[in-house]
């Protein structure tokens, strides 16, 4: 990355996630890329590479559904039929990994998984929870180099075709976890709606979509150096999808405090809740859907994951969390009833001081909401579209998504 490049980016903090690019299928699939191996060796074997922060890294993939456990003063538990283990996290290429700590997230059902085998592809995941756009330019992460690096040595690897980009960012640019962080707060008088946030995130909206701007051009132009042409891989970037349930929330207090203790994981009050549905998620994918169309590469396909999660957001009336007196249950929550988001626990809450790892994987798609991912990347894989929409539907399971385009 030169030195130009690098002031290109506008500074921007943030922590958490939301776009994505991919590529995968279609007459992209069909394309002739670079002809490796030329003496008659065998193919190339095609590859699918995810990019970007933890909402494509698949953080949050260590549970199916949440759990209320009525046992403890917090209600919303971590133990349970629900917890998949620590072991659903990988490396890059799929591999487990010895401990959780200080990790991208990386789990073995984020969303390029399902979509890469859909396709007979092989995913490789470099994205990785935190991740701004500098991660991808410039600026190592975990000790790992910055993502554009690693994807310009697949490029380079001519034992591998690589068919598909998906990518995820901005959001943490725009410091989406620190304001989800500042509004989830157990008072009922805290409304993040009237409180400035609003007027923050306008103000930084030229400087990230400038930046996401850059990382996509930046990405194309490492696949242009290594004889990858526009079009000849599908590029999708995806905005990211609403957590919240405003109408059809399970509960509507006057008391934030009484109404978290009757649906655990969403310690906001009422008015921030419809904020962050009506404002918030609004505001980023349209930010997204421009950073994309502003791009030089014109074939570069917008995602739009919005309402992907209808009905199956955070205490929304369709979904259930299965009640756990004691860990001996044997019931286990269902795709199709379940909510697809991983809640809060106010045990991680105190001054917004959190436990590292849940901090991490709080309000991130769990396995359910993951698999929905999967069923929207594979649909728009599918058709050459430049936009592409996505939306699930109460009491139906992440295959029931509709994909509809333009």
């Known amino acids: 990355m030169s030195r130009t490049n690098r002031l290109a980016l506008v500074a921007a903090g943030g922590a958490l996630a939301v776009t994505a690019g991919v590529v995968g299928t279609t007459s992209a699939q069909a394309a002739t890329v670079p002809a490796a191996n030329a003496q008659g060796s065998a193919a190339p074997t095609p590859v699918a590479v995810s990019m970007g922060d933890s909402f ?55 969303e390029i998984n399902g979509a890469a085998r859909a396709f007979g592809q092989v995913p490789i995941n470099l994205a990785c929870s935190g991740s701004t756009t ?90 242009r150096k290594n004889g990858y042409a526009d079009g000849s891989y599908k590029f999708v970037y ?90 001996g249950t044997t019931k286990t929550p269902v795709a199709s009833t379940a909510e697809w988001v991983v809640p809060i626990n106010s045990n991680y809450i105190a001054g917004n001081v959190f436990d590292t790892e849940r901090q991490q994987e709080s309000y991130h798609p769990n396995k359910f909401g993951q698999d929905a991912l999967t069923t929207c990347l594979v649909g728009a894989l599918r058709t050459d579209a430049t936009t592409v929409k996505c939306a699930g539907h109460p009491g139906q399971p992440p295959s029931a998504e509709t994909i509809t385009v333009g």
């Not at 554009?148 to 001519?158: E, F, G, M, R, V």
């Not at 421009?290 to 957001?313: M, P, R, V, Y």
């Open 238 to 327: 995806q905005s990211g999808p609403d957590l919240f349930a405003t109408s059809g929330v399970r509960y509507r207090s006057s008391s934030i405090f009484s109404g978290y203790k009757e649906s655990p994981g969403v310690p906001m009050s009422d008015a921030t809740v419809d904020f962050a549905h009506n404002a918030i998620v609004p505001f980023i994918g349209s930010l997204m859907k421009e950073a994309a169309g502003a791009s030089n590469n014109k074939s570069i396909q917008f995602l739009d994951l919005e309402n992907a999660f209808e009905g199956h957001q955070l205490s929304h009336k369709a979904t259930e969390q299965i009640t756990v007196p004691w860990f």
């Open 56 to 110: 494509i890294s698949g953080e949050g993939g260590r549970f199916a559904g949440s759990v209320y456990n009525n046992l403890r003063s917090d209600g919303e538990s971590d133990e349970g039929p629900h917890n998949r283990g620590w072991g659903v996290y990988r490396d890059q290429t799929g591999k487990p990994i010895s401990g959780e700590r200080e990790r991208c997230h990386r789990s073995d059902s984020a």
């Open 134 to 223: 500098a991660d991808i330019l410039f600026q190592s992460r975990r000790t790992e180099a910055p993502q554009i690096q690693q994807l310009s040595a697949i490029a380079q690897d001519k034992t591998k075709q690589i068919k598909t980009i998906a990518v995820s960012i901005g959001g943490n640019d725009l410091g989406f976890a620190s304001i989800l962080a500042d509004c989830t707060q157990i008072t009922e008088y805290h409304d993040c709606g009237t409180d400035g946030t609003f007027a923050k995130l306008q103000a930084k909206r030229s400087a990230v979509r400038a930046n996401v701007t850059t990382t996509l051009n930046a990405i194309s132009d490492v696949m």
